[in-house]
Nanobody, 137 residues
Framework: QVQLVESGGGLVQAGGSLSLSCAVS????????????MGWFRQAPGKEREFVAAITWSAGLTHYADALKGRFTISRDRGKNTVYLQMNSLKPEDTAVYYCSADFNPRLPDKYYSGTYASRESEYDYWGQGTQVTVSS
């Protein structure tokens, strides 16, 4: 099993920054060094959940939603088993519940990890409980 616990959400003014963390744990996760792909998604009130960013656990290759490139940065610390999402220049429309997710696909080499694949919610096997981010105008 894999557990994902997000933290770092809160209330911030427009133009501000926020950093989210996702602590990853579990026997299944610890057992396999490669084949893990980590993602951040978000869901605003009344809207469907949407892709934000993703990173390969092994090589650190990243993908972003086009609209968020340049403002959001995903990273991971393998020693701490943690995935991060740094959000800058926040806008009221960034208000949402942010979810951390994990996809285990050992047959997919990092070099073939595409943005199209990364953005597919159905590919992710594990999800955190979410953390609320509210951006005030």
């Amino acid at each position: 099993q894999v557990q994902l616990v997000e933290s770092g959400g809160g209330l911030v003014q427009a133009g501000g920054s926020l950093s989210l963390s996702c602590a990853v744990s579990g026997h299944t996760f610890s057992r396999y060094i490669t084949g893990w792909f980590m993602g951040w998604f978000r869901q605003a009130p009344g809207k469907e959940r949407e892709f934000v960013a993703a990173i390969t656990w092994s090589a650190g290759l990243t993908h972003y939603a086009d609209a968020l490139k340049g403002r959001f940065t995903i990273s991971r610390d393998r020693g701490k088993n943690t995935v991060y999402l740094q959000m800058n220049s926040l806008k009221p429309e960034d208000t949402a519940v942010y979810y951390c997710s994990a996809d285990f696909n050992p047959r997919l080499p990092d070099k073939y990890y595409s943005g199209t694949y990364a953005s597919r919610e159905s590919e992710y096997d594990y999800w955190g409980q979410g953390t609320q981010v509210t951006v005030s105008s």
